[in-house]
């Protein structure tokens, strides 16, 4: 059951429509190519992270960060740097300073669900790419999917790894051994 609201609807569209304006700085010609491959990564990768924290009991919403994507647009526009910080998913629970095993895991599978979405779209577009339709969007998917997954597993607070890696080394290290064969790859 989808249940976005009218509010993280628009937040999760104008997120999209500013990540995919600062890919197509400079070459306007490609956002609608960019609003396809953003919704593929930025979008799913946050619903995952939903909808996973909806399974475990929690109210969960995605919630955009004004302030990160000013910041993201400037440092395009002004250094030519690409570094977004569009908002998260926010999990309305209250996870205690010390934590219980179980709280653990559970925040690690929550933590766990973007990147792995990631992973999953990545090697379904390179499998369609390689054996049903070759179109360049495919492999693009691919890598922008594969690169989300990557960058979001690095194990530093706030991304997704450093929630995993508290969880399960196991885990982490499988991702990340599996997103730099995927990166080779493509």
């Known amino acids: 059951m989808i249940n976005i609201d009218k509010s ?3 937040d999760l569209s104008v997120a999209t429509l500013v990540i995919s304006f600062i890919f197509s700085y400079g070459d306007f010609a490609f956002l609608p190519f960019w609003i396809v491959v953003v919704l ?3 979008v799913f990768h946050e619903l995952a992270h939903k909808y996973v924290a909806i399974h475990y009991g929690h109210e969960a919403r995605f919630e955009i960060s004004y302030a990160g994507l000013g910041f993201a647009l400037l440092l395009k526009i002004l250094v030519g740097v690409t570094l977004i910080v569009p908002g998260a998913v926010i999990i309305y629970k209250h996870f205690r300073l010390t934590r219980s095993k179980k ?5 690690g599978v929550i933590a766990t669900a973007g990147p792995i979405t990631n992973l ?7 499998i369609i ?5 070759p179109f360049y969007i495919f492999n693009f998917i691919a890598y922008f999917n594969t690169y ?17 890696i508290r969880w399960s080394y196991l885990v982490e290290g499988l991702m990340i051994v599996y997103s730099v064969i995927l990166m080779a790859i493509i």
Do not use: R
């Open 8 to 10: 993280e609807l628009k």
């Open 40 to 42: 593929t990564g930025f």
């Open 103 to 107: 709280e653990v895991s559970m925040e």
């Open 120 to 126: 999953f779209i990545a090697t379904l577009s390179l």
């Open 129 to 133: 790419n390689k054996f049903f339709y």
């Open 148 to 164: 989300l997954a990557l960058f979001n597993l690095l194990p530093l607070p706030p991304l997704d790894g450093f929630k995993i």
